[in-house]
């Protein structure tokens, strides 16, 4: 079977060092954010405690990873995409803070630690993740701009990929889902939203960095759609296959809160078997950047093998 023949199971990534690739890029990601946030000490010294706990608690990175992997595929600079893969993490970190607020979720546990609100109580939490908000809008505020993408093109993509016809959209669908028997399309419009846009923001944004064509951006928007909506798949799993400590949050919390998943509606396997679609879905996109997309697909084949 030819290499682009091959399937989303069984694709043949082994060449491309997807760990040492994720530890250089989560580093340099770190130090970026580092730089870009409030030190601790700086007054008040509480909100900058609480912002930092949860952006370094130790979250895989994905979103940044992807970011400047699709920078990557369009011939970009790592230093032109990283304002803007720092600002999706902080999006990113702000909705996990509030989604474990006990007016959402109600959790205990996030990327291993105890929640936001556990350690500085519910208003500072609220508060941190406004503030992690806002910073995202801040440090993307600071690329260069491009030929193509103007500041105002970079804020509107940030902003449309969070509000509240994207991940907040989502995030109402999901919490009026609850206790209800949901359709297969009804739960793939909260997957879009919830989760898919701001992967799919993430990728476009990474493009946008490099001057991106506007054959590279669509195929960009369709890798990162597919990706994320076979992300999301994967986390609904792994919800009900892995343990709490695998997962650094609490497992199984999906059937407690009597959600709507793929494996409840489809099953295991099938769930399985849409997530791999997803994925080959989302690889035929990478054909438009001829080879320079190894990082990219390493990731998906990584998304969709994961166990945490
Ligand atoms: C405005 C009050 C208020 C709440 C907003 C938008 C929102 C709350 C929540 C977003 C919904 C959400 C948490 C979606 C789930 C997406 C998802 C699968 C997150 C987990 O991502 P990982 O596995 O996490 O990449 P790490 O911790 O590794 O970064």
Redesign the pocket.
Known sequence: MSRTATRAGARNTTAFDLKGYLDRRTESVNRALDKFLPAEKTKPTTIHKAMRYSLF???????PALCLAAAEACGGREGAAMPLACAVECI?????V??D?P???NDDY??GKLTNHKVFGEGIA?LA?DSLLTQAFEIAAQCEGWPRYSHRQIVLELARA?GSLQ??A??VA?LEGERKKLSAAELRYIHER??SA?LCCSVRLGGMSANCSNAELLALTKFGYNVGLA??II?DILDVTQTSEQL??TAGKDSAAQKATYPSIVGLEKSRGIARQLTERAFGALKTFRGKAQALEALATHLLHRDR
């Not at 608690?57 to 979103?63: E, F, P, S, T």
């Not at 990113?92 to 996990?96: D, F, P, V």
């Open positions: 608690a130790g979250g895989k990175r994905m979103r990113h970190t702000y909705s996990l509030h989604d607020l007016a959402m979720d996030r990327r609220i993740g969070s991940l907040i989502g995030q999901d919830k989760t701001l992300f999301q986390d650094g949050k």
